[in-house]
Nanobody, 119 residues
Framework: QVQLVESGGGLVQAGGSLRLSCAASGSIFSMNAMGWYRQSLGKQRELVAAIESGGTSTYADSVKGRFTISRDNAKNTLYLQINSLKPEETAGYYC?????????????WGQGTQVTVSS
């Protein structure tokens, strides 16, 4: 069983940067993929970035070139480096982990960290 806790959010001016962290209480080594989602008020939750166990990463078109996802297996931590933030990217950012098992798929979520971008 894995518990995920996000941190690093806050109030930032447009054009600023943040580094979000997702600390796992269980080993992320066994997870097939991890990712960051965001959800702003009145909108659906969307996938921002994901990284597979082999190291392959994917990004939403809107953030490609500005966001970077990475992980540190030794620290059981997932990161999201965010650059050139825009006001419309104000949202709760959530960490997700997916693990494939013989009996099915495991899916874990953190409680989120708030990112607020001022114009």
């Amino acid at each position: 069983q894995v518990q995920l806790v996000e941190s690093g959010g806050g109030l930032v001016q447009a054009g600023g940067s943040l580094r979000l962290s997702c600390a796992a209480s269980g080993s992320i080594f066994s997870m097939n993929a991890m990712g960051w989602y965001r959800q702003s008020l009145g909108k659906q939750r969307e996938l921002v970035a994901a990284i597979e166990s082999g190291g392959t990463s994917t990004y939403a078109d809107s953030v490609k070139g500005r966001f970077t996802i990475s992980r540190d297996n030794a620290k059981n931590t997932l990161y999201l480096q965010i650059n050139s933030l825009k006001p419309e990217e104000t949202a709760g950012y959530y960490c997700n982990a997916v693990g494939k098992r013989g009996w099915g798929t495991l899916n874990y979520w953190g409680q989120g960290t708030q990112v607020t971008v001022s114009s």
